[in-house]
């Protein structure tokens, strides 16, 4: 009622009258812009014209004094896409984004109109739907160029759409959709055709007028359900047009045909297909990028750390290919935002939930199954996508003739969930939880358990067009533990533990054309308990031991810098200062200078109390990546990076176990660094159906840490006395070739790599091969990979796939000697000799259900023979010494065909 009354006093009073110069002081309070036209109207001499739908219904309040109807207005209207004409002093008309002007063939200006003015003419006898208004019209808009920016989702799921291509065909301007579905394209004023290309989804052709900056939101549906006779499709022209280099990006939906071992989808090992990551060998944990050891990558689930990728040894991937979306692999120019290793960075990205309707997929294979359900909590704005994954492999080994393995037991599982919820235009916010846990015993009175347990919170704020930001809140946990339990006294129980909580807010800023830059700050704790063995009942002889924390604080800023000279030279330009402490609570031990590091030389020990700083590591890095088009569809790319690492893993295998400990650097332990320039040329060829790629690279290291002879890494309260540092180099040339599309396609792949580290010193006992450069475990030379799909019908296609690979260098016994009446092996130099070379090929029939898009599951078998040659190839090469000699032995994961079939369906 006091609302009223007040608009009353004011406007109701006869010597207020609205004539154009005529001012007033009036209040509204919380009513809509179109209660506020009406009020106006009722109480002055003008006569409003608009189209209600233009109006926000929001209400608001707002105070005039001494404001004329212009200055009312243009308050009421600020930030939206209405404009006004007032004519005659009596009527006002409304338009929307339009400016209404007395006549298109005005030769005399007023002091804000132009001279001239070309119309925008609308065909209202178009078959196309009206136009969609684009910004607001000023008297300067026609003179230059406007934003336009907007979201691209999936009509279907609510989901945002990567890599779709926005085109506006007559000028020939293309914009590419974000991770968070996100465009944007500068266009002239006027009209325009805007197309969305992407394939799987519809093509939209919309018509837009240009008057402003401004946003268009689309939604994209889905194509009918058909088999994909395309192996890589999505980005397919980023290996010319990307401006970072070495960047390897894999699509899940893309793989469900490459055969796997047991029919296991496996997005890291299709990624080991492609030149310049590899595995040590079959049923090895981890991957190495060119050239770089298995703890230099550093792997992220939706931007939390996951310490131990695999399941199983290596033989599976611990990433669900039901809830992941895509792999980006950065193996050359790493992003100025990642930080902390010196090799790659592996992005795993988490699908978002559909928010409209309830889906699922599923798969049953024959010792794991998976399944995946993406719910709807609120419809359009929120929605939960949940996956377990397991196997029930027991029975195979208890199955087996070997007696020795019908007591052996392997199983793991994993589950993921993701929440994500849109707020509004401007905020969103991701929440994904994640854990896994392997358990195995194989023929022996050990059992291995490990896991990984993540979690991170992600918000994504739009401040304006210009501006987004990304706030990252994330933890990780890697656990491992090792039970021993026989007939005897010696029974124990150990454990190991890693943590790491981290922050992170990163920051996109497209300054203009020509400049888009990303900043941000980013820290992380690492907490790790190195180890504690207990006897595992009263019987037990083992003392029970502890090795103290070990923590530290890694931290930095970056910056950096899309800088598009013109349309052919672009540079991708970044910094990245980071700073690591070592933390108490904390024991250093300091020995002699210029002496080996040993008991020996141990000379003090210092006390450091908690989150007492005890060393300080920091340094510049840089990450600088160019791209220059020869033409359109060829591209030359170069790069030059530097990185700095504060953890290591330890570990004197031939290859990583899900055993090996990690170690922070301290005052004894430097941090690794890494220095690396690449060189490559890309082409694509007949409208992209072809794409080929040469790229060589050169990497210098410092600091990379390996192990003395007989080094012992767990419960080793000195670690610095069992590892050696020194530098490495690793060099190599890598080729790539695909078929994008036809009944035939896919690719192949060859790399020639070399790796090699030094380890000198002036003292004999911490020199390896008396200090010259030698091959590291994982150096093998000649990799080929062959990927092979053939489409018979709309429903069957054929599959293979083809490795070949040098065997991994191993040391040799090359003779053994007496002394003292004992009797010694002799060793060749350390990694002299390899093993047998690797190769193997599979085959696989995939079998799609009928396409109606109508039904209530659309289903894909697949049946794959794994390793169909037989290939007898070798894990590992040991040597025992029994008899009064020394006896070498082989052993193989796969030594025979290992025939699978899975059945996969999607509802």
Do not use: C
Not at 35 to 41: C, N
Not at 330 to 350: C, H, L, M, Q, W
Not at 733 to 757: D, P, V
Request: aromatic share 12%; proline share 3%; no cysteine.
């Amino acid at each position: 009622m006091m609302k009223k009354i007040i608009i009353f006093l004011l406007l109701a009073t006869p010597s207020i009258f609205f004539a154009q110069d005529n001012k007033v002081s009036i209040e509204f309070k919380n009513l809509t812009p179109k209660e506020i036209l009406i009020t106006l109207e009722k109480q002055t001499n003008f006569t409003f014209y608009f189209i209600e739908d233009w109006l926000d219904p929001k209400k608001i309040s707002v105070n005039f004094k001494d404001a004329s109807i212009q200055d009312i207005l243009n308050t009421l209207f600020r930030g939206t896409q209405i404009n006004f004409k007032v004519i005659d002093n009596k009527k006002i008309i409304l338009t929307k984004g339009k400016l209404i002007h007395k006549s298109i063939y005005e030769t005399k200006a007023t002091k804000n109109e132009q001279n001239s003015y070309t119309p925008v003419y609308i065909d209202n006898n178009s078959n196309n739907a009206k136009p969609t208004i684009i910004g607001k019209e000023s008297a300067s808009s026609r003179d230059k160029k406007h934003t336009l920016s907007g979201t691209i989702i999936n009509k279907e799921t609510g989901k945002p759409i990567e890599g779709l291509v926005v085109l506006e065909p007559k000028d020939n301007i293309t914009s590419t959709t974000d991770y968070n579905g996100y465009f944007k394209m500068s266009l002239a004023y006027g009209s325009h055709v805007i197309k969305t290309l992407l394939m799987g989804f519809e093509t939209v052709e919309k018509d837009i007028i240009i008057y402003g900056n401004g946003t268009l939101n689309l939604k994209v549906s889905e194509e009918a359900e058909m088999l994909d006779e395309l192996i890589i499709k999505t980005k397919k022209e980023n290996n010319v047009k990307e401006v970072v280099a070495g960047i390897t990006q894999i699509n899940i939906a893309e793989i469900k045909n490459i055969p796997q071992v047991l029919g296991e989808r496996d997005i890291l090992k299709v990624a080991t297909t492609l030149p310049g990551i590899k595995s040590a060998g079959e049923g090895a944990e981890g991957v190495n990028v060119r050239g770089g050891k298995v703890d230099q990558n550093l792997f992220l689930l939706d931007e939390s750390v996951m310490y131990n990728p695999a399941h199983f040894l290596g033989l599976f991937s611990a990433i669900n290919p039901f809830t992941t979306s895509d792999l980006k692999v950065y193996k050359g120019n790493i992003p100025a935002e990642y930080g902390g290793r010196i090799s790659s960075v592996f992005d795993i990205k988490t699908k978002d939930a559909t928010v409209d309707k309830f889906k699922g997929e599923a798969s049953i294979g024959v010792v794991t199954s998976n399944i995946s359900l993406e719910i709807p909590v609120i419809k359009e704005k929120s929605g939960l996508l949940v996956g377990f994954r397991s196997t029930y492999s027991n029975w195979i080994l208890k199955s087996l003739n070997d007696k020795s393995l019908n007591n052996s037991s392997a199983s793991f599982y994993d589950v993921i969930a993701k929440y994500n919820h849109k707020f509004d235009e401007k905020n969103a916010i991701r929440i994904t939880g994640y854990h896994s846990n392997d358990n195995f015993r194989i023929a022996s009175d050990t059992t291995n358990t490990y896991g990984n347990t993540l979690a991170a919170i992600n918000w994504n704020h739009k401040f304006n067009d210009k501006n987004h930001g990304n706030l990252i809140l994330s933890t990780s946990n890697y656990a491992f533990n090792i039970k021993y339990d026989s007939e005897g006294n010696n029974n124990f129980d150990l454990k190991y533990n890693i943590d790491e909580v981290s922050a992170k807010l990163k920051m996109k800023y497209a300054h203009s054309k020509q400049h888009t830059f990303d900043y941000g700050i980013s820290s992380k704790l690492y907490n790790i308990a190195p180890g504690s063995i207990t006897p595992l009942d009263d019987n037990s002889i083992v003392n029970p031991l502890s090795v103290d924390d070990e923590r530290g604080l890694e931290s930095a800023v970056f910056i950096s810098d899309i800088y598009d000279v013109n349309k052919k030279l672009s540079f991708n330009l970044g910094f990245r200062y980071s700073v690591y402490l070592g933390l108490g609570a904390s024991t250093q031990r300091y020995y002699q200078e210029n002496a080996s590091i040993t008991d020996a030389n141990l000379e003090r020990t210092e006390a450091f109390n908690n989150n007492e700083v005890f060393k300080t590591y920091n340094g510049l890095e840089y990450r600088f990546s160019t791209r220059y088009f020869l033409n359109p569809e060829l591209s030359l790319k170069a790069s030059f990076n530097k990185a700095f690492q504060f953890i290591h893993r330890l570990s004197n295998n031939t290859t990583a176990s899900p055993t090996d400990a990690w170690k922070l650097s301290d005052n004894n332990i430097k941090p690794q660094e890494a220095i690396q320039a690449s060189l490559g040329i890309f082409k694509n060829f007949n409208v992209n159906e072809y794409e080929l790629s040469v790229e060589g690279y050169y990497k210098d290291y410092k600091n990379v840490l390996d192990y003395k002879t007989g080094a012992n890494f767990l419960l080793n309260e000195r670690i610095e006395t069992q590892v050696l540092q020194g530098p490495g180099k690793s060099y190599g040339i890598e080729f790539l070739a695909k078929k994008n599309t036809g009944k035939l396609n896919g690719w192949f792949g060859y790399s020639y790599a070399r790796s090699f580290i030094k380890l000198d010193s002036p003292f004999n006992e911490d020199k390896v091969n008396n200090g010259e450069f030698f091959p590291t475990n994982f150096d093998k030379p000649h990799n080929i990979d062959v990927i092979l799909n053939y489409k018979l019908t709309k429903r069957f296609s054929l599959s293979s796939n083809f490795t070949y690979q040098t065997g991994r260098p191993i040391t040799y016994p090359t003779g053994k000697y007496i002394f003292e009446g004992n009797e010694f092996v002799l060793y060749s130099d350390r990694n002299k000799f390899r093993i047998p070379d690797y190769y193997r090929l599979d085959i696989g029939l995939n079998i799609e259900g009928n396409h109606k898009v109508k039904k209530l599951a659309h289903s894909f078998w697949n049946i794959s023979v794994y390793n169909v040659l037989g290939r007898n190839n070798p894990f590992a090469v040991f040597f025992v010494s029994e008899d009064g000699g020394v006896n070498a032995y082989q052993s193989s994961i796969f030594s025979t065909p290992i025939p699978t079939i899975t059945y996969n369906f999607k509802f």
